[in-house]
């Protein structure tokens, strides 16, 4: 066994940022395997192109051979599973997707994993990971007065994505359960930050601010999330892989709770600040669309576990993030340029149209 990692969907938001910071921080080679689907994006990784502990392979996770010869090739020391669709309201208009590779993909990857981990000897096994990557979804929604989510709250996913997401939870718990292979499960609350696809409320705000386009808001505003900077999201993750006890789940998240109108509001005030407009506020582009059908009105983690039991603890406040998030975005308008380019607009066509708004 090497000290490589393979890594799955290395080049989507919070994959891309895991790998740029393992890479930068000299923490060994990584295989990065990822399918380059639309949000899967080249330039994510282009800090760390020339460098010869970044490996980046094109393919899917569900290709049973292309991922057995990559885990018989590189011997990896763990695997950290990001590869996954994640838009919810995409998985809205068409599950079938999210079915693929959220659930068979994920199955494929643990399969391939199996036969490789039993091919090891007992020291390597023993010291192998295997870390599933998945969301605080998975255990529905809460009312106002509901504890934040618990490791031991029931699985309660409503929409095709966080269903899809709860099914290759229980796939891993069960290959740790009946092979004994080390699984790791992290469940993550909304996350921010660089290289965030603004096919998403915090980048697609700040993008159609800048445009002068409406800036919708689902139903009322008052549904909530919980929201985790992308830098402590990999911090996070690293501590697990290092320390994590195997077999169990961690929930990750950033202890802030915020409506959908507080973090719009917020966006706006910053822009006004760091690019005002020759007159007036980007609030005014504020419109108020047709809610996601079976919209989970909040989310909140409880990341006592974490803490206790890891020392992790989160770095960024949400007012440090978000000021940070908004200048990375005015300063690296090329990179949204490209993304927002091409099939962007079929998505943003499809989406808000039906809600009632002119986006595209
Ligand atoms: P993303 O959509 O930005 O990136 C997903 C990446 O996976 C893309 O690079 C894509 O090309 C790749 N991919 C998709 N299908 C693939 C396949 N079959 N084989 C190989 N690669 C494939 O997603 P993200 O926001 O970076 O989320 C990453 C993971 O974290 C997901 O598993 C998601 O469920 C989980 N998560 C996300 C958040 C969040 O707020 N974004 C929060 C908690 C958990
Ligand atoms: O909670 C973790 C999850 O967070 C991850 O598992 C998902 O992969 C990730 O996409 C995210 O899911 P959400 O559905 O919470 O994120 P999104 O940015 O799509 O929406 C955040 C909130 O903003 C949600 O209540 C819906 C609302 N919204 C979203 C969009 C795109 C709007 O009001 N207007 C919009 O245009």
Redesign the pocket.
Known sequence: MNDCIIV??G?????SNFVNDWVKLGLGKVIN?????Y??NLANLADIEQNPEHIFVH????HSELVGDLLKLYQPRAVVN??????VDRSIHGPGEFIQ?NIV?TFNLLEEARTYWSSLNDADKANFRFLH???DEVYGSLSATDSAFKETNAYEPNSPYSAS?AASDHLVRAYHHTYGIPMLTTN????YGPYH?PEKLIPLVIHNALNGKPLPIYGNGSNVRDWLYVGDHCTAIRRVLEAGRVGETYNIGGWNEKTNLEVVHTLCDILDQQKPKKSGSYCEQITFVQDRPGHDQRYAIDATKIERELGWKPAETFETGIQKTVAWYLTHQDWVNNVTSGEYKNWVNTNYKERGEELA
Do not use: P, Q, R, Y
């Open positions: 799955t969907g080049a989507g938001f919070i994959g395997l990822d399918k380059l689907t949000a899967g393919g899917d996770i569900g990001f590869a996954a669709e994640s838009h590779t993909g990557v998945s969301t997401k993550c609350s909304n996350n696809f």
